[in-house]
């Protein structure tokens, strides 16, 4: 009778513990459903390397080097209305101090730092028996139209500068608007660095264009070139 007691008492602990483990598996056995695969996290999206250069602006940045300029590339930028800039660089360093230059087309860059180096120094040593400390100008970047026009500048794409004056080694100013019509000195320094720039620029403008550009000279890449005023 007690073998038999404990024989019933064993199959029922049994039974009790396959019960049990049945009603665990259902309640808490696997984290995904039978019949469902886990799917795994989805890889962040390839890092795409920054687009090269078109071949003319690795030339130009080619032709800059050549002519110890520093300088850095900027990204290509659209700033709405038509206005941008495009294959651009920041001037850092071109032989002479220069302000108020931000981001300038690298065609319009080289062009500068040659004019510069050798239409505005050589002038200056000649002439006054000085080196140019400092070229001035009112900036390149703006995006506004042409004055008087429905037409946007060459401003608005970072392709011109305005040049205002120029500072001499010996502390004397030569200012486009107080000079232009100066004594015959000045005169002849800003009729050579204007000449000079006819030869590098597509449109040169001076005070003897129109009565805005009565303080500075006006540079620009745009058009087919050879407008010299």
């Not at 946007?152 to 500072?167: C, G, M, P, Y």
């Amino acid at each position: 009778m007690e073998e038999r007691v404990t024989e019933t008492g064993l199959l029922r602990g049994a039974a009790l513990a396959v019960a049990c483990a049945i009603m665990l598996s259902a309640c808490s056995g696997d984290l995904v459903p039978r019949g469902r695969v886990a799917s795994a996290p989805k890889p962040p999206p390839p890092v795409r390397a920054p687009a090269q250069p078109a071949m003319e602006t690795r030339q130009c940045f080619a032709k800059l080097q050549s002519q110890a300029v520093a300088f850095t590339p900027l990204p290509d930028r659209n700033f709405g209305g038509g206005c941008s800039a495009v294959n651009s660089v920041k001037l850092i360093d071109i032989g002479v101090p220069t302000t108020g230059i931000g981001a300038i087309t690298c065609n319009l860059a080289a062009n500068f730092a040659a004019w510069a180096k050798f239409g505005v120094q050589p002038a200056a040593r000649v002439i006054f028996g000085a080196e140019i400390e400092k070229i001035e100008t009112f900036g390149t970047y703006n995006c506004r139209p042409i004055a008087g026009s429905g037409k946007l500048s060459e401003h608005a794409h970072s392709n011109a500068i305005d040049v205002s004056a120029f500072v001499l080694s010996d502390g004397r100013r030569i200012s486009i608007q107080k000079d232009w019509d100066g004594d015959k000195q000045t005169r002849q320094f800003l009729k050579i660095v204007h000449a000079s720039a006819c030869k590098r620029f597509n449109t040169v403008l001076s005070p003897d264009y129109n009565a805005a550009h009565r303080d500075h000279f006006h540079f620009d890449m745009g058009g087919r070139g050879g407008f010299c005023r």
